[in-house]
């Protein structure tokens, strides 16, 4: 996912074309206060003028604790919410929040008469927010996607944080995971509820090597995806998260060789010398169901 300022048109034209699987226009951090008014006419010339081929297309609006939120999904929604997939919506502290704006965007649906739902995406970055992860995961058929924002979140909780995303795991003030509890709980949340994990942007975007460690840990974590600020760190984020070649070698022969097993009526096989079960053929599959989206997502970008 690439986020891009909604007061850059001529940045946003540029994501419509990149290697990101999402294109996400924000209205909140990225966005001025003086600017923001006028910058929800830009999102609507952008999501009616251009062509994002297969990319999803979000909003990000600003955060229900501001006086810009309802007024980013109408002065948006209305006349552009045809050209929009998903809302993200910033700094979720309950299950409440995500309800008022399925609440909004059906009244808008209604009005215009988009003949479809709009997903919300959730960013999890407060302490409130943690603690109530279950029940924000639970809290909507529209919503998609739980996001980790680690910047608002050591901030909310009095964390001390010299760049957002940064990997300090090996800080000698704390030689642990910082982010772990919350990151864990995010993944856990999404799939028991059946949603998407992302991990949240890192700001040092001239980092690569260390943007990719970040990448690497959220994807060990079982998040789905990263959050991008800069074109630079797609193609590092799109690697980190597809499957190696080796490992889709591998569960294709754990797929290959378990369905042999079965057809023998044995329960259990042996693949170069490690035990192979019905768990490990749940872990193959989860592979080549991610290399089959992979492939169809990066078909879809070069027609």
Excluded at 29 to 35: E, G, N, R
Excluded at 263 to 280: L, P, S, T, Y
Aim: aromatic share 6%.
């Amino acid at each position: 996912m690439l986020f891009v300022p909604a007061s850059r048109p001529d940045m946003i034209a540029k994501a419509a074309r990149s290697e990101a699987d999402a294109v996400c226009i924000d209205l909140e951090d990225a966005v001025a206060p003086d600017q923001k008014e006028a910058s929800r006419g830009n999102v609507v010339r952008a999501l009616t003028e251009l062509d994002f081929g297969p990319r999803t297309r979000l909003v990000r609006i600003n955060g229900l604790d501001t006086a810009y939120a309802y007024r980013d999904l109408i002065d948006v929604l209305e006349p552009a919410g045809r050209a929009v997939d998903l809302v993200m919506l910033p700094k979720t502290r309950t299950a409440a929040d995500v309800g008022f704006v399925a609440t909004l965007l059906s009244q808008i649906e209604a009005r215009v008469g988009i003949g479809r739902e709009i997903g919300i995406e959730a960013q999890i970055e407060t302490a409130s927010g943690f603690l109530w992860l279950r029940e924000i995961a639970a809290s909507s058929p529209r919503l998609e996607s739980l996001i980790f924002g680690s910047g608002d979140y050591a901030a909310s909780m009095g964390m001390p944080l010299v760049s957002i995303g940064v990997d300090d795991q090996h800080d000698a003030a704390y030689p642990g995971h910082r982010w772990h509890a919350v990151m864990h709980g995010i993944v856990a949340a999404a799939r028991a509820n059946g949603l998407r994990a992302l991990d949240g942007p890192y700001a040092a975007f001239k980092d690569l090597a260390g943007f990719e460690r970040a990448c690497r840990t959220a994807r060990a974590l079982g998040f789905d995806g990263k959050q991008c600020i800069h074109p630079s760190q797609l193609p590092v984020a799109n690697a980190a998260f597809s499957p190696r070649a080796d490992e889709v070698a591998w569960a294709r022969s754990v797929a290959s060789a378990y369905d042999e097993a079965v057809e023998q009526g044995r329960g259990v096989v042996v693949v170069e010398g490690k035990m192979i079960d019905a768990a490990n053929l749940r872990m193959a599959m989860s592979t080549l169901r991610r290399q089959e989206a992979i492939e169809a997502r990066v078909k879809g970008r070069a027609l």
